[in-house]
C-alpha cells in the first residue's frame, strides 16, 4: 500500500503540469478541509520538501523539524508525514487520522474568516486559531480607546481591536483566562498587539508559552521515534520542555473501593507519561517529581502534611512498554480512625507544573482492603523507602514468556505467598495458574508485588484475576496478550 502510494505520487509530478503563481496561491487558501490536505501533503500542490512551511510549521517541535530537514527522499518525507499525525491521534490505530482532519478545517476556518495581509492561516489571527483553536472564552470586538481595560501599550495604537479569550486554568492571569488582542491596524486587517512590551506585532510572552505548551499538549505517543528508512519502529523518550500550569490529577477512588481500612489512606494517582518533563541522566531519562497529601479532619482547618520525592528513570529499553502509557501508583498515609478532607498534589519542580485532586476519606482502625491489580511489563522504585509504581497503559500487553508484574495494595492483612493465587483466563473459562515470586513494601499497604512470567497465549484479550487470602472476593483487571 504504502509503494502504490509512492508511485502515484512520482507519477503525478512527472505528469502534471505546475499551476501558475495566482492559481497555486488560491489554493493555499482553499476552505475545503481536503483540498488544503491535498495541496500540501500529495506533493502536487508545494513540492513535499516544502511541507514544513506549510501550516504545519504552527505545530511542528524542533527535534521533529531538525529530523524532516535531515530527509533527503519524497519516501523518507512521506513516512515522516505519517507518523507525525499518527502520534497526535488518541487511537494510534486509526489510520484517517482525526487530528490531522481537525487541524486542516482549523486551516480552512482561518482561510474563509480572516482576511487582510497576510490573509488565512498566515495571518496573526489564523496563527492563533490553528495552533490554540477556538477562543474557548469567545471573541469580541473593543474600543482600544477604553482606559477602563488593561490594554497597556495597546492602548489607542487602533481605534478598534479583537480580543479572543482562552481558558487554560494556569497559563496568563490568576483567574485562568488567557487574553490574546490584535489591533485592527487597517479596516479588516487585525494584527497581534503585545499589551505588556512590544504593541503591535509583537506577541506577549505569555502567548507563545501557552502556544508552546499546545503544541506539546497534543503529542499522545512521545515514546516511538521516527526511522527515516523504515517509519516509525525505532523507540525513543521525549525530552519535553513544558510551561508551568495546574491540572486535575486522576485519582480512581471509585474502581479502587475502600480507601479507609486498617487506619490507612490508600489514594491512586494516576499520570500520563506524556505530560511530565524527562532530563537526560547518566543513563536514563530521568523525571523528578515531588508528591505530597494532605488530610483535614473534619471540621478542621489545619491538617498534617506527608511529602515524598520521587525520581522515576526510564532507560531506553523500556521505551516499547511504556509508550503512550502513565505513571500508576498510590499514596499511603496512616491516620487516625475519622473523616478527612484529602488533597493530594504531584508537582513538578521542575517546570512548576502540579497536577492536583481533593476529596473525602474516611478512615477505619479496623478492616480489610485491596486495590484492583495494576498489571505492567515494568515496575520502577520511585524513592528509596521502598514505593513503587508502574508504568505502562491502562491494558497491560503482554507477550508470551516475557516476565510481568502484578501490584495490589492491601490492608489490613499479614501474607505469605500461599495465601495469594493468580490466574489467567479466557472468554471460554480456560484458566492458567501462575507461578510468582512474591514481594511486600514497607508501605503499610504494600504494595504486594508478583513477578511471573505470561504464559503461551494466542493474541487477544484475557482476565487476570487475583485472590489474597479467604476474607476479600479476588479482584480483576484485563490484560492483551499480543
Not at 508551568?244 to 486522576?250: I, V
Not at 482492603?369 to 497491560?396: C, H, N, Q, W, Y
Request: proline residues 7%.
Amino acid at each position: 500500500m504504502r509503494t502504490e502510494l509512492i508511485s502515484t505520487l512520482a507519477l503525478a509530478a512527472a505528469f502534471s503540469v505546475a499551476a501558475p503563481p495566482a492559481v497555486a496561491q488560491e489554493r493555499e487558501y482553499s476552505t475545503n478541509p481536503i483540498h488544503l490536505r491535498e495541496f500540501f501533503e500529495d506533493g502536487v500542490g508545494v513540492p513535499l520538501k516544502d511541507w514544513d512551511g506549510g501550516p504545519v510549521e504552527y505545530i511542528l517541535l524542533d527535534y521533529e523539524r531538525d529530523q524532516w530537514e535531515d530527509l533527503n527522499t519524497d519516501e523518507e518525507r512521506i513516512e515522516f508525514i505519517e507518523w507525525f499525525w499518527a502520534r497526535r491521534d488518541l487511537d494510534q490505530r486509526d489510520t484517517e487520522h482525526p487530528f490531522r482532519a481537525d487541524f486542516y478545517t482549523r486551516v480552512a476556518y482561518a482561510n474563509e474568516r480572516f482576511r487582510g495581509f497576510p490573509r488565512g492561516w498566515r495571518s496573526d489571527r489564523g496563527r492563533a486559531y490553528v495552533t490554540l483553536g477556538p477562543p474557548s472564552g469567545g471573541s469580541r470586538r473593543i474600543g482600544l480607546d477604553d482606559p477602563l481595560l488593561p490594554l497597556g501599550r495597546c492602548y489607542m495604537a487602533a481605534e478598534y481591536g479583537e480580543l479572543w479569550t482562552y481558558y487554560t486554568g494556569a497559563v496568563g492571569s490568576t483567574m485562568g483566562e488567557l487574553p490574546v488582542l490584535f489591533a485592527e491596524v487597517r479596516p479588516g486587517q487585525f494584527d497581534i498587539c503585545d499589551p505588556g512590551f512590544t504593541g503591535v506585532g509583537g506577541w506577549p510572552t505569555y502567548v507563545a508559552q501557552f502556544m508552546d505548551f499546545a503544541r506539546l499538549s497534543v503529542i499522545q505517543d512521545g515514546a516511538t521515534g521516527f526511522n527515516a528508512t523504515g517509519g516509525s519502529t525505532s523507540t525513543t523518550m521525549e525530552v519535553r520542555d513544558v510551561v508551568a500550569r495546574t491540572e486535575p490529577l486522576e485519582v480512581p477512588m471509585a474502581e479502587w473501593g475502600n480507601d479507609g481500612a486498617a487506619g490507612m489512606a490508600v489514594i491512586p494517582v494516576e499520570l500520563p507519561l506524556r505530560s511530565l518533563l524527562f532530563e537526560p541522566g547518566e543513563s536514563a531519562l530521568v523525571a523528578s517529581l515531588v508528591a505530597e497529601v494532605r488530610l483535614v479532619g473534619m471540621g478542621e482547618t489545619e491538617g498534617d502534611v506527608v511529602r515524598h520525592e520521587w525520581s522515576l528513570a526510564v532507560g531506553p529499553e523500556d521505551a516499547n512498554s511504556i509508550a503512550g502509557g502513565a505513571l500508576r501508583t498510590a499514596l499511603v498515609v496512616p491516620a487516625a480512625p475519622g473523616g478527612y478532607s484529602v488533597t493530594a498534589r504531584i508537582i513538578e519542580p521542575i517546570s512548576g507544573t502540579a497536577w492536583t485532586w481533593e476529596g473525602p476519606v474516611e478512615i477505619r482502625a479496623d478492616g480489610t482492603a485491596m486495590s484492583p491489580p495494576i498489571v505492567s511489563r515494568k515496575t520502577f522504585s520511585l524513592r528509596d523507602a521502598g514505593e513503587i509504581g508502574t508504568v505502562g497503559r491502562a491494558t497491560a500487553r503482554l507477550t508470551s514468556g516475557e516476565p510481568f508484574s502484578i501490584l495490589s495494595w492491601v490492608r489490613g492483612m499479614n501474607l505469605t505467598a500461599d495465601d495469594v493465587a493468580a490466574t489467567i483466563f479466557d472468554a471460554s473459562g480456560n484458566e492458567v495458574a501462575l507461578d510468582f515470586e512474591l514481594e511486600w513494601g514497607d508501605s503499610g499497604a504494600g504494595p504486594l508485588v508478583l513477578r511471573t512470567v505470561a504464559p503461551a497465549a494466542a493474541p487477544g484479550e484475557y482476565v487476570l484475576r487475583l485472590q489474597v487470602g479467604t476474607e476479600l472476593p479476588p479482584v480483576e483487571t484485563r490484560v492483551r496478550f499480543e
